[in-house]
Antibody, heavy 116, light 112 residues
């Protein structure tokens, strides 16, 4: 079965760090560009970051640039998002997304709560 | 960055009746490869988003044929021919022609 399963979310204090992971299965992970999209409680979808298929190119939303780092391990079929200097406004469900020329596959998401 | 604007933001519909959602982009969405990466997502309550329509009018695997997409240039439309109870949720248009991706605000479809 083709699926993406996120993990690593939780409650963290402002200024803290978390590392999200996304385990991919059922497809050739190394072929696909991968993305992180987040959704604050009761709000819409916001693009966070992308990485190309071999990890040589990455981009970030201005709101997370310099604080978040996307990476991937194609041998382990895993996508990561290292989140540092977390702020209250980073509170959201974080979705891992696979994209193939518009055909996107979404994980179920992992909730990150930044609060003291 | 491309801005996506959806209307309406709320759509109360009678079961069995049609529904229509519009989406406008702030600039054209034709990619260098000639494709237009305008996609529609459905998010049922408590669920993650799922792809309904990609490249304007292509239904994703398993999507019922009561869903259809159309449009060109900067104006696009999602239509549900006969709304069923399972269609309740929020619908988003999104563009993946250009990074950063961008999403519409979402349209909440509910039953009258």
């Amino acid at each position: 079965e083709v699926q993406l399963v996120e993990s690593g979310g939780g409650l963290v204090q402002p200024g803290g760090s978390l590392r999200l992971s996304c385990a991919a299965s059922g497809f050739t992970f190394s072929r696909y560009w991968m993305f992180w999209v987040r959704q604050a409680p009761g709000k819409g979808l916001v693009w966070v970051s992308h990485i190309n298929n071999d990890g040589s190119s990455t981009t970030y939303a201005d709101s997370v640039k310099g604080r978040f780092t996307i990476s991937r391990d194609n041998a382990e079929n895993t996508l990561h998002l290292q989140m540092n200097s977390l702020r209250a406004e980073d509170t959201a469900v974080y979705y891992c997304v696979r994209d193939w020329f518009g055909e996107s596959l979404w994980g179920r998401g992992t909730l990150v709560t930044v609060s003291s | 960055d491309i801005v996506m604007t959806q209307t309406p933001l709320s759509s109360p519909v009678t079961l069995g009746q049609p529904a229509s959602i519009s989406c406008r982009s702030s600039q054209g969405l034709v990619h260098g490869d000639g494709n237009t990466y305008l996609n529609w997502l459905q998010q049922r309550p408590g669920q993650p988003p799922r792809l309904l329509i990609y490249k304007i009018s292509n239904r994703f695997s398993g999507v019922p044929d009561r869903f259809s997409g159309s449009g060109t240039g900067t104006d696009f439309t999602l239509k549900i021919s006969r709304v069923e109870a399972e269609d309740v949720g929020v619908y988003y248009c999104m563009q993946s022609t250009q990074i950063p991706w961008s999403f519409g605000q979402g349209t909440k479809v509910e039953i009258k």
